[in-house]
């Protein structure tokens, strides 16, 4: 048995999240389709993460175990002829045989994408958050940096059954940061992991300084409204 690495990058639009679900199109499931098309047995793959509905990816990686003998470049030809294309394998190794994407992965960066301008095209509608809207871009650059550290981050996550008492809901963020580009704000953080739906809830937190809603130069005492995935993309995962 092979333990294999997967790279991939998606467009999360028509999906459901990562996670496989009951009758609903989703990244997991759909990898496992083709790969078990492949093997001709069922193939269970996990993934660095589960992004959320609607999200992104430029560098997800996922890992699995494979009998079939294939090398590695015909492994990632045969995946991508199968896979529809708003999935893409960009790279496949041979790994350990105890690499596991999620456990074996100790930072992870995220990208997240605001379109300022008044009027958004429609070859970009689906990647980004359309905010035209009248935004204090110093105060949500000046509040960036303060989410970095290690902390309780429960804050920022959004309910979920795997959150229990004994849950521990403390990260680390290396870096966050947000800057300006022609018509748009980008915000890139990168962290030990991520609770769910944390990143959209920082962005909104940002977007609420923006607004005037918080102060942008102490750390925030609440959260703002969730940002809308299609401005999010996970940009990659180390290892």
């Avoid at 650059?141 to 849950?167: C, H, K, V």
């Avoid at 403390?170 to 915000?187: A, K, M, V």
């Avoid at 890139?188 to 609770?195: A, H, I, K, M, Q």
């Amino acid at each position: 048995m092979r333990r294999l690495r997967v790279t991939l990058a998606y467009d999360g639009t028509d999906y459901f999240g990562w996670q496989v679900q009951p009758d609903l199109p989703t990244i997991q499931g759909t990898l496992e389709t083709v790969l078990g098309e492949i093997e001709k047995h069922p193939v269970s793959v996990a993934g660095s993460g589960r992004t959320d509905a609607g999200v992104h990816a430029l560098g997800q990686v996922a890992s699995f175990d494979l009998k079939n003998p294939i090398p590695c470049d015909n492994l990632r030809r045969a995946m991508n002829s199968f896979l529809p294309h708003s999935i893409r394998v960009l790279d496949v190794a041979e790994t350990v045989p105890d690499f596991h994407a999620r456990t074996s992965a100790r930072a992870k960066t995220y990208e997240y994408r605001i379109f300022r301008a008044e009027v958004c095209s429609p070859f970009e509608r689906r990647y980004v958050h359309h905010h035209p809207y009248p935004l204090d871009h110093a105060a949500m650059i000046q509040m960036a940096p303060l989410f970095e550290g290690t902390r309780n981050f429960s804050l920022f996550a959004a309910a979920d059954d795997r959150y229990t008492e004994d849950f521990d809901m403390t990260r680390t963020i290396f870096s966050s940061e947000l800057h300006e580009e022609p018509q748009r704000l980008i915000y890139r953080v990168r962290g030990s992991g991520f609770l769910k739906h944390m990143v959209r809830n920082l962005v909104g937190t940002l977007i609420d300084a923006g607004r005037g809603n918080l102060p942008g130069n102490r750390y925030p005492d609440k959260c703002g409204s969730t940002a809308p995935a299609s401005g999010l993309f996970l940009l990659s995962v180390e290892y």
